[in-house]
């Protein structure tokens, strides 16, 4: 990538195809800071490939490439099933957009770009969120760009596990230590959440704002804890009356999710929503499975 010659280009496109994941991105960044073009279709193909950070990487080389050539691929990945790879396709394709809308020569017409950025899912209410297992949030954290800042971190683990390295890079920032329980154990090691854990959260969400970079929230999995949370801080955001949407945004970004029912109801209780949190969440849970 340093070389920058035609062999070194050819060498790098030949990366790509490596089986270490590591080594992909090291290639792909290597071709977007160079700003090859002559890149692009094999670009191109890398937004399918099998890991997530390499697609995230793949987005960025073509956001610094930047010609209208990349923005199907950029459209079609706001569709990736990773929501950190979709909220990089988002800023790119925002940043692409407003240079191509500039460019009197350019083909693409004000409507057909403002179609483009439609699929996006987040709530122009709600912060730009990320849901995450500890090994994601990890990654993010250590692989967060000037267009995608993580501004604000929700921790949640057990208590006595691993704290999330490189969660100093966040200056906002709150842990949460509970284990992933649903109903009272005897077992000592463990500790339920209680209604005191949800106000934390909660007062910490009244504190985002939707411009100000993005909300990780992360657990051990990505799948309860933290999806559980998720959905009480969209509740607070969105407030009354909009549960069932909290709780869609949730599922949205993270597709798969099975939010801590324990949790909810906490939420639901703390927020005063009368059981319509916990409803919203189950209906929800019963369409997706």
Known sequence: GIIGTKAATSTLVQALAHQNADIRCNAVSALGQRGNSTAIATLLK???DRDAMVRARTIEALERIGPEATLAGLVDAINDGDAYVRLRAKFALERIINELTETPESSCSLVTL???L???SFNAKLPKLLVASFA????YLYCQTPQAPI?????IGSPGVE?????DRVP????LEFSDLEAPENDPDCLMATAGDIERAIQFAASVSPEDGTLLIHCQAGISRSCAIAIAVCAQ???AGREEEAANCVLKVRPGARPNRWVVELADAALHREGRLTRAVERLRERDR
């Open 114 to 116: 403002d179609s483009l």
């Open 237 to 239: 955001i969105l407030g």
């Open 172 to 175: 906002h920032r709150l842990r």
């Open 163 to 167: 704290l999330l390295p490189g969660r």
């Open 151 to 155: 501004r604000h971190l929700i921790s």
């Open 136 to 139: 994601e949030a990890r990654k």
């Open 118 to 120: 439609k699929p996006s």
């Open 46 to 48: 890398l937004l399918k």
